[in-house]
């Protein structure tokens, strides 16, 4: 079977070491987001696959859901010591190999596709990973200045890490993404796919990110597969992170069925929601999406095995 | 007192902190030695910069000579885990926060001066520090092609990190120095200076480097005023290093006398060698540089302020 997943961060992550277990014999392809990579101390840092990379190659922070495990932090003391910042991003030393090896590639040449397959040579994740572009996209935020009666833009991360989403979002721009082509491999992957599965990842800044690369959206719409989703909301509240935050500024509540509704039915053929909302189900399939109440709590990687079975099976489901 | 310096690494930086507490009150400018530095997975790395700066600012791991104190090697682990190289040339964590900062200030267009003034704002090292050039010099080593019958170049790091200067070296060359330029301050604090030292550092490859960049020589030639040197050559020998390796490559004997002879008389005015090579005085004087013996073992910070104030009174000898 070949799944197609596309990936946020750390949910994204964790569903798909669930997923690899759930169906060990699977091709699985990853299309990541991209739209959170910043530069930072001139070097590219690109999160959310490296996220993946380091989650499923063994080497993430398990606690922390992000960077790696066993990390020390003297290269960021020393930029502190120097008053280079910015200082509320915390790169660790074995990270910052990550991202002075990438940058390397990059200036040579590479593409972010050729340079993540680099980096995976050594990670070995068992899924093929593949960035959603090689072109730029940066998602920005738009907020309230702070210093002015206006609205000014901030990088998703500046907004996401350094204000911890504590001010209202206006608006969510992945800028640069009408113009970004999809990474090679990824509209083919979509086309060769026997299910898509969007994990319980953000809808707005990651999946949403992805989903506006021109032409992604349009491949999973026609391809003619089961594109079966998990709700990163459970109970009226997002699971980890701050979805909600994003999900008022693009107009849409924080509810199970909401998200889905936000898909829509011309793009998603089967929703699952968590046990606590199964009041929610009726909703969700009156909007035309065939929808299941199952466990959706990542608590460890047998309960994650379990939460892809569901989303593979409800697949099945609906491909009948 | 104006005092300009030229220097290398270790024995250049470990003669500054003498002369500093020899003269406490001087205006010591050290123009320092590029033609080492070298790119390294992307980043801008000056040695002997950086050894002056880490040495003078207090944060040197002294036995070692280079490098930080309190060092750890997370990034240079990883790096090797990912396969790039190369895996000869010891950047620890601390280390690289100063080439991931001076790599980023000049990708945003500040010269290396601009940079290594930033730098020191940190590290206060009590002089003020110049490179030599903001142009790019690299000094190449010609040695024999292990893999042909012919010859090839090689950095002057491969050939002294990786090689350990073991191999025969033809023919030494300062890439670029031709076409480089004095760093802004360079000529202008050689020719406000009241005396030039040439500290116990590599004659060919630190100081020779120097000395290769059009303006320089003639500068410290017509300032009209005292340029001593110190013998890095004790006994027949160098005193740390192997700069007997690269003399010979200039065609230049190991010897105390022949160093002096090499800089010549119309460069230098006064010369310095060790007590065990007094016999040597004479042939230095016959050359017309007035020279003197005096113990030259820069044993700790006290020996080699002795040293220090000796280059200071036969300064003052060859002035009256």
Same mark, same amino acid.
């Given at each position: 079977m070949r799944i197609v997943v596309l990936a946020g961060g750390i949910g994204g992550a964790r569903f798909l070491r669930g997923l690899k277990s759930a169906a060990p014999d699977a091709d699985i392809t990853v299309i990541g987001n991209t739209?959170?990579?910043?530069?930072?101390?001139?070097?590219?840092?690109?999160?959310?696959?490296?996220?993946? %990379?380091?989650?499923?190659? @063994?080497?993430?922070?398990?606690?922390? @859901?992000?960077?790696r495990t066993d990390e020390s932090f003297a290269v960021k003391e020393e930029l502190a010591a120097y008053g280079v910042g910015p200082d509320w991003f915390g790169l660790g030393d074995r990270d910052f190999a990550t991202h002075i090896v990438r940058t390397q590639m990059m200036g040579a040449g590479y593409p972010l596709s050729a340079v993540t397959e680099a980096l995976c040579a050594r990670w070995q994740p068992g899924v093929r990973l593949l960035p959603m572009t090689d072109d730029r996209v940066e998602t920005h935020v738009l907020i309230d200045d702070p210093e002015g009666d206006g609205r000014k833009a901030v990088h998703f991360q500046e907004y996401w890490v350094r204000l911890r989403a504590s001010v209202p979002a206006h608006a969510v721009v992945p800028v640069g993404a009408d113009q970004a082509k999809p990474a090679p491999g990824v509209l083919e992957a979509i086309a060769g796919a026997d299910v898509v599965l969007f994990p319980p990842s953000n809808p707005v800044v990651s999946i949403g990110?992805?989903?506006a690369v021109p032409g992604v959206r349009e491949a999973i719409a026609d391809a003619g597969i089961p594109v079966v989703g998990l709700?990163?909301?459970?109970?009226?509240?997002?699971?980890? @992170? %701050?979805?909600?935050?994003?999900?008022?500024?693009?107009?849409?509540?924080?509810?199970?069925?909401?998200?889905?509704?936000?898909?829509?039915?011309?793009?998603?053929? @089967?929703?699952?929601?968590?046990?606590?909302?199964?009041g929610r189900v009726d909703a969700v399939e009156a909007a035309g999406i065939r929808c299941k109440a199952v466990p959706l709590m990542m608590t460890d990687t047998e309960a994650t095995a379990r939460m892809a079975a569901e989303a593979l099976a409800l697949a099945e489901e609906v491909r009948a």
């Open positions: 739209g959170d990579d910043i530069h930072l101390f001139g070097l590219k840092v690109c999160p959310d696959l490296d996220t993946v %990379m380091y989650t499923l190659g @063994g080497g993430i922070h398990e606690e922390q @859901g992000w960077g990110t992805i989903l709700s990163p909301i459970v109970g009226d509240a997002p699971v980890r @992170g %701050m979805a909600d935050k994003v999900l008022a500024a693009v107009g849409v509540e924080s509810t199970a069925a909401a998200v889905a509704q936000h898909y829509g039915s011309g793009l998603l053929d @089967g929703w699952l929601v968590d046990t606590v909302d199964a």
